[in-house]
C-alpha cells in the first residue's frame, strides 16, 4: 500500500513529539530541583507524570499504525531545554526571579508542544485516524492547561522577583543549582 506525503509528514511529526516528550522526561526534574517555589516544583512534578502519560499515548499510536516511534532527534526541544539548563546555571539571580525565569522557559516548551500537538491531531483527523485525534487531544488540551497554570503561578512569582510583597524564601538559590546540576 502506498502512503501519501501526508501521513509520512504525520508520522515524521509524531516521532519528533516522541523524542521531545522523552527528552523532556529527563530534563523536568533538573527543574523541579532547581525552583524554590513549592507551588512551581509541585506544578513541575505534576507535569512529569503527565508528559509520561503523553509518551505512552504516543506509542500507542505507533502501535495502532505498526510503526516505530524512534528515529528523529527533536532539534527544537533541544535547544528549548538548553536555554532552560542556561537559567538555571544563571549566576547572581535571586530565588523568586530564577524561579521567573524557569517559568519563561518552560512556557516555552508548552508553547512548542501546542503547535505540534495541534498540528499532528489535525493530520489525524484528516487522516481518518479517530482514535489518534482522541489520544492527541487529550494531550494538547493538557499542554494548554500546563500553559494557563504556568501564566498563574508566574504573575505570583514575577511579582515576588519585583520585592514587592517582601516575602523572603529559606532555600538557598546556590543549593538548588547544585542539585539540578546533579541530576
Known sequence: MERNALKELYIDELRDLYNAENQLVKALPKMVKAVTSEDLRAGFEEHLEQTKEHVERLEQIFSSLGEEPTG???????????????????????????????????????????????????????????????????????????????????????LEATGENGTEKTKSRSTNREKAARA
Do not use: F, P, W
Open 72 to 158: 528523529k532527534k527533536c532539534k527544537g526541544m533541544k535547544g528549548l531545554i538548553e536555554e532552560g539548563q542556561e537559567m538555571i546555571e544563571e549566576e547572581g539571580l535571586e530565588d523568586e526571579a530564577l524561579d521567573a525565569g524557569i517559568i519563561s522557559a518552560a512556557q516555552r516548551v508548552e508553547h512548542y508542544e501546542i503547535a505540534g500537538y495541534g498540528c499532528v491531531r489535525t493530520y489525524a483527523n484528516i487522516l481518518g485516524e479517530k482514535e489518534a485525534v482522541s489520544l492527541l487531544e487529550k494531550t494538547l488540551q493538557e499542554e494548554k492547561e500546563a500553559d494557563k497554570k504556568l501564566t498563574e503561578l508566574a504573575e505570583t512569582i514575577n
